[in-house]
């Protein structure tokens, strides 16, 4: 039987998971005998990548079979599994017949509604890779005293990277520490001394310190230079592995002007520390926002422009079409993709929810296209959420109203602009934006459009 087939029967009894492209390049290619070189060679990942992925593979057979597995052995262990369950097929010895088929998307019953909020779970096969962006996260936060940028507007995909990146950083026996933001209270944010407190407090709670905050932090040193004792002693001092702050939606800080202009100066001096000294060699930071700062600051004294800086960008048309085979709709023909691209822009939220209306709600194409920037469309209440948020702001309904009301793409007050792409609903080329999808632009057409006119 080919190779292929006997993947498909450890996904099926082993992992109980389909495996990701990466992993199932490894794992046929690595039984064939081949160096993490060669698999480089063969496919579009960077051999760095390709080592943490088998790394990450060996250690999960290890715990699930219960024995240690290794590049050199997992061959001849994955066989012995094999043969231990009802009629197996044996893996083909390297040089051998090692045809790929296309990896079985999960079932009907499988598929899980698409979320609003939070990651797509780690072993889920509808995360999509979006190369290289993942394995230049995975080798950068290798690197002493680095910073990496993550953007993106919203539900495009960074909290299911950051979950990644996480398990990364455990797979290299690091300690994650992850600040969102998002959970900190408006009255924290408002005042630095109370922001580095809370997260001093998380520091102590996802490391298990035991420390009593109370106790070492003087107030008559000011809250910038009790953080760093609190970084430099207790954290660094106490723990012999690096460690990486990942800070989640930091753009919440951008709204603290005052705050924002002391807060990220003190990271970018991180940064810089982290270059010459060897203990602040320790720690790596992780900033992941929805849209560029419009705080000023000093060019000097700004995090945003150093480090290494990704962006995730929307599905293009092959990206979507894998998507859409997860779901189980192959049957999509390639003029079937363009209309869904042009009406959702390859977002990979708006993406998820239509082939899930699709695939598990029975919805067909027809009907989907014809009602989705409806009220009684499948993004009727997705949609309603961004009328009322758009509403509660006037000066980007304004904005929006001159994007919409120009054929092509027109420069508009920055801070709005910023404001609508971290939302997904502009892109911004420069200082140019432009709507993102024919679904916004057809959707506020009909509600916001029409209330500022009626009013006007």
């Not at 995360?127 to 002493?144: D, G, K, S, V, W």
């Not at 680095?146 to 979950?163: D, I, M, N, T, V």
Request: glycine share 4%.
């Amino acid at each position: 039987m080919p190779l292929a087939k006997s993947i498909q029967l450890l996904e099926q009894t082993l992992f109980d998971r389909q495996l990701t492209d990466s992993e199932h390049q490894v794992l046929l290619q690595v039984i064939q005998g081949k160096s993490y070189g060669a698999i480089a060679q063969d496919t579009s990942y960077v051999e760095g990548y390709l080592k943490v992925v088998g790394s990450r593979l060996w250690r999960e057979l290890s715990n699930r079979l219960g024995q240690k597995v290794t590049k050199k052995n997992v061959h001849s262990i994955l066989n012995d599994y094999l043969l231990a369950v009802q009629s197996p097929p044996t893996l083909a010895k390297p040089g051998q017949d090692a045809s790929i088929d296309a990896n079985p998307a999960p079932t009907i019953e499988k598929i899980q509604y698409p979320r609003l909020d939070g990651p797509i779970p780690l072993k889920s096969a509808f995360y999509i890779e979006r190369p290289p962006l993942e394995q230049l996260a995975y080798e950068e936060i290798a690197r002493p005293g680095c910073l990496l940028r993550l953007k993106a507007p919203c539900k495009y995909g960074k909290s299911s990277l950051l979950l990644r990146l996480i398990e990364q950083v455990e797979t290299l026996e690091f300690k994650a520490i992850f600040i969102d933001f998002q959970e900190a209270e408006q009255d924290t944010l408002e005042h630095l001394d109370s922001l580095l407190c809370w997260i001093c407090a998380n520091v102590i709670r996802q490391l298990a310190l035991p420390i009593n905050l109370d106790e070492i932090w003087l107030s008559a040193l000011g809250s910038k230079l009790n953080f760093k004792g609190f970084l430099q002693d207790h954290v660094f001092g106490t723990l012999s592995t690096p460690i990486v702050l990942v800070f989640n939606e930091v753009n919440q800080i951008f709204e603290h002007q005052r705050v924002a202009q002391d807060f990220f100066p003190m990271i970018r001096s991180f940064y810089e520390q982290a270059q010459s000294s060897e203990r602040w060699r320790q720690l790596r930071l992780v900033m992941a926002y929805t849209t560029d700062i419009y705080v000023p600051l000093n060019i000097k004294q700004s995090p945003f422009n150093v480090g290494l800086p990704l962006c995730l960008p929307s599905f293009n048309l092959a990206q979507a079409a894998v998507l859409a085979e997860k779901y189980r709709l192959q049957s999509l023909d390639n003029n079937q993709m363009l209309h869904l691209m042009r009406l959702l822009g390859g977002q990979p939220y708006l993406l998820n929810r239509a082939f899930y209306a699709m695939a598990a709600e029975g919805v067909p194409l027809t009907q989907l296209l014809a009602t989705a920037a409806t009220p009684t469309g499948i993004y009727g209440t997705y949609l309603h959420h961004y009328l009322t948020v758009l509403r509660e702001q006037p000066s980007l309904v304004e904005a929006l109203a001159v994007i919409m009301e120009s054929e092509t793409p027109v420069q508009i007050d920055q801070i709005a602009a910023y404001r609508l792409a971290s939302l997904g609903i502009v892109t911004l080329e420069g200082y140019q934006a432009s709507i993102s999808c024919d679904l916004y632009g057809d959707y506020f057409k009909h509600t916001l459009l029409r209330e500022r006119a009626v009013s006007a």
